[in-house]
């Protein structure tokens, strides 16, 4: 079985952050000055941002063609001086980079890279295919100063030594709009509604294993595919703890949800499982088959427990799961 590969942070205080958009690009003066405000809060505080050239622009939901996205990420990505890549959010066509990108290279200098939604399909990828760790969470026009403790502690396990450990707890309450911060750039999350983590299957839950997951809007896109192997992923990295897959929804209706995650299974993406852990849904309802109808439908047929309505996705506050 082969072991996962956790960058190193070189030996210094200070922390170098590259930002590439190898998905949506900023496109508009909002988000520019948005962006701005954020790296200058970040230099502030210490932390150096170096900046890609697929970055500002958009055009079609993406920064640049893909030749051009995915040369601006490996550059980023092979600097010895760039300790995480962080782009500012998702978007729509991320995946027509994969077929370019050299997986198996990416070892050579293993890197950290962060984010959620599109993003997703990227950090994947990484892990199934290279066997390096990423991590899903705050995207960077959310880490704007004065956010909650989950966003503000989302990079924490960037200055963790080897050996210690990274907890974080579920928020206390989460935000149901997303809330424009184009008249306001410094806006945060607008957190009104009471945090509450539920159980589909059962009134308590424990359990451990390697955690891997993302946006299923995006992963579906994987099943299949070189870059959505599950079954070899686990058989190579997880045969020995077992895994728990996260998921969260951004826009599919329960019908396509459900459709997805039979998809999933006959992938063998829920083999070697100890647990489900969803996110808390935005995709639209519907009165004949619910959100929960799918969820109580297709997970009866399994023991493994199932969590729902997590600090995960695009209903913010979210965790850091590496």
């Known amino acids: 079985m082969s072991n996962i590969i956790y960058p190193t942070i070189k030996e210094s205080s200070k922390l170098t952050i590259g930002v590439t958009a ?44 893909k030749e051009n996205r995915v ?17 500012p959010w998702g978007g729509e066509n991320l995946i027509d980079c994969l077929e370019l990108i050299d997986f198996k290279s990416l070892k050579a200098s293993p890197t950290w890279m962060q984010g959620y939604s599109d993003i997703s399909t990227l950090l994947f990828a990484i892990t199934t295919v290279s066997g390096i760790a990423t991590a899903h969470g705050t995207n960077l ?28 707890k579920s928020s206390e309450k989460w935000q149901l709009q997303f809330i424009n911060f184009k008249d306001k750039l410094d806006t945060k999350f607008d957190l009104t509604e009471k945090t509450n983590w539920k159980i589909l299957n059962g009134d308590h839950v ?25 079954e070899r992923f686990s058989k190579d990295y997880c045969l020995k703890e077992g895994m728990i897959i996260y998921l969260e929804n951004c826009e599919l209706k329960p019908t396509d949800f459900y459709r997805t995650l039979w998809n999933m299974k006959y992938a063998g993406w829920f083999k070697n499982i100890n647990g489900v852990i969803l996110g808390r849904s935005s995709g639209p309802e519907d009165q004949n088959f619910s959100y929960i109808d799918s969820l109580n439908e297709f997970f009866s047929q399994f023991k ?9 996705g695009h209903k913010p506050p979210q965790m850091t799961l590496i």
């Open 71 to 87: 040369k601006d990420f490996m550059k980023l990505w092979n600097d010895p001086n760039i300790d995480l890549i962080f782009p």
């Open 22 to 65: 190898p998905s949506s690009g900023l496109g508009n003066e909002a988000f520019i000055r948005r962006f701005e405000l954020i790296k200058k809060q970040f230099k502030h505080s210490g932390i150096e941002v170096i900046e890609g050239k697929c970055l500002r622009k958009n055009n079609q939901y993406v920064s640049d063609i």
């Open 141 to 168: 026009l959310d880490s704007i100063e004065g956010q909650d403790q989950l966003t503000r502690e989302s990079r924490k396990y960037l200055i963790i030594k080897s050996g210690e450990s990274f907890i974080q």
């Open 304 to 312: 493994f427990p199932v969590i729902y309505d997590a600090d995960i």
């Open 206 to 230: 424990k359990c451990n294993g390697r955690i891997i997951g993302g946006c299923i809007d995006t992963l579906k896109n994987l099943i299949g595919t070189p870059y959505g192997d599950l």
